[in-house]
C-alpha cells in the first residue's frame, strides 16, 4: 500500500501487519561508525563482484541486490519490517486508504458457501443489482469452490460474470470493475437515540469523516454510542488520535518505546468529552490502531468493550524513505496502553465476551439502551428494528421446525450459552443464573458447521419474552423482545 506524503511529511499508519509510520531522523555516524560501515560495503561489493564475474549461469545485478535487502531485512524475524519498492510502496498505500479495484462488496465465507454480506453504496455491484445476501455459485464460469478467491478484483473497466443463488431463484450478473473508495466513517441513530458508528480503518480522511458522522449524530439527539471496530485493521495512527480527542478531553492515549526501552506518553490535552456512554465492538480483526484507540478509551474508563479478544499488534512501524525512491518499513517502536499493557501477540480481552457478530451487536445494543429489539433476517442477513446490519439470525428449518443460532437467542433474552458435549446439550442461562438445556434428542437443539441452534418454540416456551414468527414464502424469520 502506498503512504501518501503532503507537506513534506510521511504519515502515521497501522495496517493488519504493517502499521504505524513515522519519520525518523537518524543520527549521523561517529568516525569510527563510518570506517566499519566502509569495511562491512566493501565486503559486501566483493562479493557482488564475484558473483558477477564468476557465476556461470550469469546474474542480474538489481536481482541480486533486492536479494541481499531483502536478506537483511528477513534475518529481523519481524513480519511487519519489509522492503518496498516504488509500486509495492504505492500498492501499501492504496491499501491503507481502503482503495482498491473490484466491484464493492463485503463477502462472507462459510464451510458450504460464499455470499454477499454487504454491497456498498454506489458500487459497481449496487448498480448492477446484486443484493446482501446473495450466495455465489460461480465466477466467470468457474464454480466458487474452485476459484482462489480473489476473481473479483481485476483492471479497472473489465467485466466479471457471477451467479448467483437468491432465495429459489438462479440469476446471472455482469459488474463492470471500477476504483473503489471505500468511506472509512459510516454512522446511523438507532432505537432510543443510539448512534451506530463504524470505522472501517483509520485512513487519512477517518478524522474529518468521524467529525462529520459526530456532529449528524449529535444534532440527532445521540444518547449514547456503539462505537464498531471489528475487522479494523488499522491505518493511519495520527487519525486515530485525532478520533481520540473527540472522547477525551484530557489524559494519556497510549505510551511508546523506541530501542532505548524509555516509555513516552502520548498525551491528550486540548480534546472535548463525548458526554454519552459509549461501547466498542472488537474482533479477533481489530488490529493497531483500533486497538490504540480501543485500550485508550477503556483505560480511561470511557467505553465498555463487548466482542472478542483483538489481533494483538503493539508496534510500530517507520516508513523510511531510500534515496532511489523505495522505502523500508521498519518496526521502530512498541506501543502500550494508558495502564501500561503491552499485548502485543495477546490481544486486547473485551470486558464482556460474546461470540459471534449478531450477538455481539445485539449485546451491544441493549449495553447502550436498546430495550426493545425486533430482528429479522435469514442465515445470510439480519436488521434490527428496521436497519440493516452485517451478521445473520442463523436460520435453519428442519421440517416444520424452526430454529436461530444459540448465541443471537441468548443475547436477545441477555443470558449466557454453553455448549454440553458430554449430554449434547445447549445450556441457556438467564441473568438470575438459572438454566435452561435444549437437547439434540428431543429436536430442541441441533449442532452443525460448528454451531449450536435452538428450536424456537421449545425456547419461546422458556424465555417467553422473546417473541417470534417466520415467513415461508419469503424465508425470513422475526425475533422480537420487549
Not at 511508546?256 to 486540548?270: E, F, H, M, R, Y
Not at 503493539?314 to 523510511?320: P, V
Request: glycine residues 8%.
Amino acid at each position: 500500500m502506498y503512504v501518501h506524503m503532503k507537506s513534506n511529511k510521511v504519515l502515521t499508519a497501522f495496517l493488519s501487519g504493517c502499521l504505524a509510520l513515522s519519520i525518523i531522523l537518524t543520527p549521523a555516524a561517529s568516525a569510527a561508525g563510518e570506517e566499519q560501515a566502509a569495511t562491512d560495503l566493501d565486503l559486501v561489493q566483493e562479493v557482488l563482484n564475484n558473483l558477477e564475474t564468476y557465476n556461470l549461469s550469469g546474474v542480474d545485478r538489481d536481482t541480486l541486490i533486492r536479494g541481499a535487502i531483502d536478506g537483511m531485512v528477513n534475518t529481523l524475524e519481524d513480519p511487519y519490517s519489509v522492503y518496498f519498492d516504488n509500486q509495492e510502496a504505492a500498492d501499501f498505500g492504496h491499501q491503507v486508504d481502503l482503495e482498491y479495484v473490484g466491484i464493492g462488496v463485503r463477502l462472507q465465507y462459510t464451510a458450504n458457501e460464499v455470499y454477499i454480506e454487504e454491497v456498498f453504496a454506489a458500487s459497481p455491484a449496487e448498480k448492477a443489482g446484486l443484493k446482501r445476501g446473495d450466495s455465489l455459485l460461480k465466477i466467470n464460469g468457474v464454480r466458487i469452490q474452485d476459484t482462489a478467491g480473489d476473481e473479483l478484483s481485476g483492471a479497472a473497466g473489465s467485466q466479471v460474470t457471477l451467479l448467483v443463488q437468491r432465495g429459489q431463484v438462479t440469476k446471472s450478473f455482469k459488474v463492470t470493475r471500477s476504483e473503489i473508495a471505500s468511506i472509512s466513517v459510516t454512522s446511523s441513530m438507532v432505537g432510543p437515540k443510539i448512534a451506530y458508528v463504524t470505522i472501517s480503518g483509520f485512513t487519512q480522511t477517518a478524522g474529518t469523516e468521524f467529525v462529520a458522522a459526530l456532529n449528524k449524530m449529535r444534532a440527532a439527539g445521540m444518547k449514547s454510542m456503539v462505537l464498531d471496530l471489528r475487522d479494523n485493521p488499522g491505518g493511519y495512527m495520527d487519525a486515530a488520535v485525532d478520533i481520540a480527542e473527540h472522547f477525551m478531553d484530557k489524559g494519556i492515549m497510549m505510551y511508546t518505546a523506541d530501542n532505548s526501552g524509555t516509555l513516552k506518553p502520548v498525551t491528550i490535552t486540548k480534546g472535548s468529552k463525548i458526554g454519552v456512554p459509549v461501547v466498542i465492538l472488537t474482533n479477533a480483526n481489530t488490529a493497531s490502531a483500533a486497538e490504540a484507540l480501543t485500550g485508550a478509551l477503556r483505560d480511561n474508563k470511557l467505553a465498555t468493550v463487548v466482542g472478542t479478544t483483538s489481533f494483538g499488534k503493539a508496534r510500530i512501524q517507520s516508513l523510511l524513505p531510500i534515496s532511489n525512491g523505495d522505502m523500508l518499513k521498519l518496526t521502530t517502536d512498541k506501543y502500550l496502553t494508558p495502564n501500561k499493557e503491552d499485548f502485543n501477540h495477546i490481544g486486547l480481552a473485551p470486558d464482556i465476551k460474546v461470540e459471534g457478530s449478531a450477538a455481539q451487536l445485539i449485546t451491544a445494543m441493549q449495553i447502550a439502551g436498546m430495550s426493545s429489539i425486533e430482528a429479522t433476517g435469514d442465515n445470510h442477513i439480519m436488521s434490527l428494528n428496521g436497519i440493516p446490519f452485517a451478521g445473520n439470525l442463523g436460520l435453519v428449518r428442519k421440517g416444520n421446525l424452526t430454529y436461530a443460532s444459540s448465541r443471537v437467542l441468548t443475547a436477545l433474552v441477555e443470558g449466557e450459552v454453553t455448549w454440553d458435549a458430554k449430554n449434547k446439550k445447549v445450556i441457556v442461562t438467564n441473568g438470575a443464573g438459572a438454566t435452561s438445556g435444549f437437547s439434540l434428542a428431543s429436536k430442541d437443539a441441533l449442532y452443525q458447521n460448528q454451531g449450536s441452534y435452538i428450536e424456537l418454540s421449545a425456547f419461546s416456551k422458556k424465555f417467553p419474552q422473546l417473541t417470534w414468527s417466520y415467513n415461508a414464502a419469503q424465508n425470513l424469520l422475526k425475533l422480537a423482545v420487549k
